[in-house]
Each structure stands twice: as C-alpha cells, then as structure tokens.
C-alpha cells in the first residue's frame, strides 16, 4: 500500500487543521492506520491508531481530548483532526499502515507501510 499525507501548514496556538492520508489498494480495510509525528532532535512519537473497521481508538495521552481519528474504508482515507493545537504539536506528521498487527497500535515498529509527513507548525 502506498500513502500520501496531506494537510498541513501553519496555525496559531489553539487552531485547527485536518490531515489526511489517502492509500492506494483495495485492502485498506485491512489495515490498521497510525499517526506518528517528529519533531527536530526527538524521537518519531505515536500520536493515534484506529482499528480496521473503527472499532477501536487510541491516542497518545498528550493529544487525548484534543485530536480525533477517523477513516473512511471506502474512500480509503485516514484524518486527523487536530483542534487547540499548541506549540509543542509542532512536527513532521507521518501516517502509517499496518498489516499485521500484533495490537501494539503505538509502536512504531508494528507499521510496514509510510507516508512521506506532513508538517505542522503552530505559531505561539
């Protein structure tokens, strides 16, 4: 499967924006999808996963309440919608797929298949 990640630019603290990533192949439902982001000099990080069919949700603790994950199967697509984002959201955004999966939704070994990211910058 191949991603493409779109929708990111520059807000300010406590903005919104949307990211999206489209995947080719008919079996994205077969995939969980994750988003990881990096910021300069830190580690790729987990930020959300989403099962195959949306029957489960999870979230890194520093994004519960504020981003929501969603898929859409049929248009094989993944957001993230981001609201009051902060300054320390700022970072390469990277969607992910995995075929496999052993669970682990925040391990970013768990995923075989990479967007190329998208960056986010919020303004303080």
């Known amino acids: 499967v191949q991603l493409q990640a779109s929708g990111g630019g520059l807000v300010q603290a406590g903005g919104s924006l949307r990211l999206s990533c489209a995947a080719s192949g008919r079996t994205f439902s077969s995939y969980v999808m994750g988003w990881f982001r990096q910021s300069p000099g830190k580690e790729r990080e987990f930020v959300a996963a989403i099962t195959r069919r949306s029957g489960s949700l999870q979230y890194a603790d520093s994004v519960k309440g504020r981003f929501t994950i969603i898929r859409d199967n049929a248009k094989n697509t993944v957001h993230l919608q981001m609201n009051s984002l902060k300054p320390e959201d700022t970072a390469v955004y990277y969607c992910?797929?995995?075929?496999?999966?052993?669970?682990?939704?925040?391990?970013?070994?768990?995923?075989?298949?990479w967007g190329q990211g998208t960056l986010v910058t919020v303004s303080s």
């Open positions: 992910a797929a995995d075929r496999f999966s052993s669970g682990i939704y925040s391990s970013s070994s768990e995923y075989e298949y």
